[in-house]
């Protein structure tokens, strides 16, 4: 009968994933002297230093099996904006080279993800790939700055904290749901048109959009404790002493990366807001039967209780993984302190390199790489506003040639060219110069296929899709859209299939959760399964659950009464000896 359907135990679900480091374990800086030098003493010859860094990989290879790495696919997936420029990434190379001078150990391996974002952010995570927003290359005023950022970064590799400890392990699937969450949430913001409101959020809380994965590359950041941080701090100064850098701007960069961090904690809380006002919004959704029952009623209190704390535990474990521990006078204090005690105060540091940091980011082909990625943003953010003279005014300076180098801007433009100038052919045009990269999100294969779609061109919607799976080396972005191809083209058996991979992806069940948490509802075959069989239009599972049942029928009539009895007595004589 009436079952309580809870949301919450979702969130208890969370596993916080114990420490299995192999290699050698960096013991705690010393009372005295120098961290680098305590630290150079132990992994100075030792060639496991780093441990086994394939190990997290090769999980990763089990899910996706692309062309892309794993380790960069799962961002592709999530739609995070990639900026591709060998000029950037040889600058950071070049200041990385410099900063481990004084590094004795094995040298790290380590990679760059440049992303669209246009806060300042940068963070390890478990694969040693070193992100770094867009945001923050526009932010920083010398090469010094930068190298701040870069030492303090590296510090957690050599440290091994990303081994330790990683948000995806930590909260692998609660940074989804809030992400989720939020677009579902600012879905209801931006749609004025209330009739429209469920099936905008809706749509976009299951395939995602542009700003899931901002969003999701926001909570995604991952927090160390108090004392990872102080460690990576101290060696990150070690770092810059050593190779040279005025490690005063470190101080300057803490600065910067603390505003950031707190305008992270005033978005978490509007999308926490815009959260429980769509959750209030649906709130008659979680009341069935007789509303004058007391039962009922207190099911549906119990419901919608259970929905809310769940959304605000979510968004409280992340807002408290992202707590910066120490405040920002404190770190600043923690490393004069130490610069103190450990260089006796420290020389007179050299000036800060302006020079070279304006060749190669604010000048050339970087400078407009990165102007054109912040039009880009302001357009994709406009249009999600319906802000249509902003982004109108943005899609100017978006710089036509990047858009197979950075991500952003063939979204943007092509979204433009989509909701505004209403030009599907150039919008086409558009996405598949930006999917000849192996880069692009998983956006930009789905909305060409939408395009192809809207065309009658289930071919070309398919072979999009296939080009996406192929990269990214995993289906479950691509199921919907397969679904309507297929059906498209009456390859009925095939979409049929696909709608019940929809169903197969148990794991994604965070995107259920979040959409059923808004939408007040508990349907038994889950979000992705409803919104595919949306897509192929009939239920295929009840579909061909009546006709085994129609068969399993008919066989028994067709059965002859003598084998019938026999079967039954076989039946009871099993019974009898397990009983
Ligand atoms: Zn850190």
Same mark, same amino acid.
């Given at each position: 009968m009436? +079952?309580?359907?809870?949301?919450?135990p979702?969130?208890?679900?969370?596993?916080?994933?114990?420490?299995?480091?192999t290699?050698v374990?960096?013991?705690?800086?010393?009372?005295q002297?120098?961290?680098?030098?305590?630290l150079?003493?132990?992994?100075?010859?030792?060639?496991?230093?780093f441990?086994?860094l394939?190990r997290?990989r090769?999980?990763l290879?089990?899910?996706?099996?692309?062309?892309?790495?794993p380790?960069?696919?799962?961002?592709?997936?999530?739609?995070?904006?990639l900026?591709?420029?060998?000029g950037?990434?040889?600058y950071?190379?070049?200041?990385l080279?410099?900063?481990?001078?004084?590094?004795?150990?094995?040298?790290?391996?380590?990679?760059f993800?440049?992303?669209?974002?246009e806060?300042?952010?940068?963070?390890?995570?478990?694969?040693?790939?070193?992100?770094v927003?867009?945001?923050?290359?526009?932010s920083?005023?010398?090469?010094d700055?930068?190298a701040?950022?870069?030492a303090?970064?590296?510090?957690?590799?050599?440290?091994?904290?990303?081994?330790q400890?990683?948000?995806?392990?930590?909260?692998?699937?609660s940074?989804?749901?809030?992400?989720t969450?939020?677009v579902?949430a600012?879905?209801?913001?931006y749609?004025k048109?209330?009739?429209?409101k469920?099936?905008d959020?809706a749509?976009?809380?299951?395939?995602?959009?542009?700003?899931?994965?901002?969003?999701?590359?926001?909570?995604?950041a991952p927090?160390?404790?108090r004392?990872?941080?102080?460690?990576a701090d101290?060696?990150?100064?070690d770092?810059l002493?050593?190779?040279?850098?005025?490690?005063e701007?470190?101080?300057?960069?803490i600065e910067?990366l603390?505003d950031a961090?707190?305008r +992270?904690s005033?978005?978490q809380?509007?999308?926490?807001?815009?959260t429980?006002?769509?959750?209030?919004?649906s709130?008659?959704?979680?009341?069935?039967?007789?509303?004058?029952?007391?039962?009922?009623?207190m099911?549906?209190?119990l419901k919608y209780?259970?929905?809310s704390?769940?959304?605000?535990?979510?968004?409280?474990?992340?807002?408290q993984a992202?707590?910066?521990?120490?405040?920002?006078?404190?770190?600043?204090?923690?490393?004069?302190?130490?610069?103190?005690?450990?260089?006796?105060?420290?020389?007179?540091?050299?000036?800060a390199?302006?020079?070279s940091?304006?060749?190669?980011?604010?000048?050339g082909?970087?400078?407009?790489?990165?102007?054109?990625?912040?039009a880009?943003?302001?357009?994709?953010?406009?249009?999600?506003?319906?802000d249509?003279?902003?982004?109108?005014?943005?899609?100017?300076?978006?710089g036509?040639?990047?858009?197979?180098?950075?991500?952003?801007?063939?979204i943007?433009?092509?979204?433009?060219?989509?909701?505004?100038?209403?030009q599907?052919?150039s919008?086409?045009?558009?996405?598949?110069?930006?999917?000849q990269?192996?880069?692009?999100?998983?956006?930009?294969y789905?909305?060409?296929?939408?395009?192809?779609?809207?065309k +009658?061109?289930?071919?070309?919607?398919?072979?999009?899709l296939?080009?996406?799976?192929?990269?990214i080396?995993?289906k479950?972005?691509?199921?919907?859209?397969?679904?309507?191809?297929h059906?498209?083209?009456?390859?009925?058996?095939?979409?049929?299939?696909?709608?019940?991979?929809?169903q197969?992806?148990?794991?994604?069940r965070?995107?259920?959760l979040a959409?059923?948490?808004?939408?007040?509802?508990?349907?038994?075959?889950?979000?992705?399964?409803?919104y595919?069989?949306?897509?192929?239009?009939y239920?295929?599972l009840a579909?061909?659950?009546?006709?085994?049942? +129609?068969?399993?029928?008919?066989?028994k009539a067709?059965?002859p009464e003598?084998?019938?009895?026999a079967?039954?007595k076989?039946?009871?004589m099993l019974?009898?000896?397990?009983?």
């Amino acid at each position: 009968m009436n +079952r309580i359907h809870y949301f919450l135990p979702g969130v208890l679900l969370v596993v916080v994933s114990a420490c299995v480091t192999t290699g050698v374990k960096p013991t705690a800086p010393p009372q005295q002297g120098i961290y680098l030098d305590h630290l150079n003493s132990q992994a100075r010859g030792s060639a496991d230093w780093f441990g086994d860094l394939d190990r997290e990989r090769t999980k990763l290879k089990k899910t996706y099996k692309g062309t892309v790495a794993p380790e960069l696919a799962t961002y592709l997936e999530k739609d995070v904006y990639l900026v591709e420029s060998d000029g950037i990434e040889a600058y950071h190379r070049k200041i990385l080279d410099r900063l481990l001078t004084g590094w004795e150990g094995p040298r790290p391996e380590v990679s760059f993800i440049f992303e669209s974002d246009e806060n300042m952010n940068a963070y390890v995570d478990v694969y040693n790939q070193i992100h770094v927003s867009t945001g923050l290359l526009r932010s920083v005023e010398n090469e010094d700055q930068l190298a701040s950022v870069l030492a303090h970064e590296i510090s957690h590799v050599l440290l091994k904290h990303n081994q330790q400890k990683s948000a995806s392990k930590v909260i692998p699937w609660s940074i989804e749901m809030a992400g989720t969450l939020s677009v579902a949430a600012a879905g209801i913001a931006y749609n004025k048109d209330k009739k429209q409101k469920y099936a905008d959020y809706a749509e976009k809380a299951v395939i995602g959009s542009q700003s899931l994965g901002m969003a999701w590359s926001d909570m995604l950041a991952p927090s160390w404790s108090r004392n990872y941080e102080r460690e990576a701090d101290r060696l990150g100064l070690d770092l810059l002493i050593r190779a040279d850098y005025n490690y005063e701007q470190f101080y300057a960069t803490i600065e910067k990366l603390h505003d950031a961090s707190l305008r +992270r904690s005033a978005r978490q809380e509007y999308f926490m807001g815009m959260t429980v006002a769509a959750l209030k919004g649906s709130k008659s959704k979680f009341y069935k039967g007789d509303p004058n029952d007391k039962k009922d009623k207190m099911l549906g209190d119990l419901k919608y209780l259970a929905a809310s704390s769940f959304a605000a535990l979510t968004f409280n474990k992340i807002a408290q993984a992202n707590v910066e521990h120490d405040t920002r006078e404190q770190r600043i204090d923690a490393i004069k302190t130490y610069l103190g005690e450990a260089y006796d105060g420290g020389d007179l540091p050299p000036e800060a390199d302006v020079t070279s940091y304006k060749k190669v980011l604010r000048q050339g082909s970087a400078s407009r790489i990165l102007d054109a990625d912040l039009a880009a943003i302001k357009t994709i953010k406009a249009l999600n506003e319906k802000d249509v003279s902003t982004a109108k005014r943005q899609t100017k300076s978006l710089g036509w040639g990047f858009n197979g180098a950075v991500n952003s801007v063939g979204i943007a433009q092509s979204s433009y060219k989509t909701a505004v100038q209403r030009q599907p052919d150039s919008a086409i045009k558009t996405l598949r110069r930006l999917t000849q990269s192996e880069f692009a999100p998983a956006e930009a294969y789905v909305k060409l296929s939408d395009l192809y779609l809207q065309k +009658r061109d289930p071919e070309s919607a398919k072979q999009v899709l296939h080009q996406g799976i192929n990269r990214i080396g995993r289906k479950y972005r691509f199921l919907p859209n397969l679904v309507s191809a297929h059906k498209m083209a009456g390859e009925t058996k095939q979409a049929e299939d696909y709608v019940i991979e929809c169903q197969e992806h148990n794991p994604e069940r965070n995107m259920n959760l979040a959409q059923r948490a808004l939408a007040g509802t508990k349907k038994s075959k889950g979000g992705y399964y409803s919104y595919c069989t949306k897509k192929l239009g009939y239920d295929v599972l009840a579909r061909r659950e009546q006709e085994a049942r +129609r068969q399993a029928q008919q066989r028994k009539a067709n059965t002859p009464e003598s084998v019938k009895k026999a079967s039954e007595k076989l039946d009871k004589m099993l019974k009898g000896l397990f009983n």
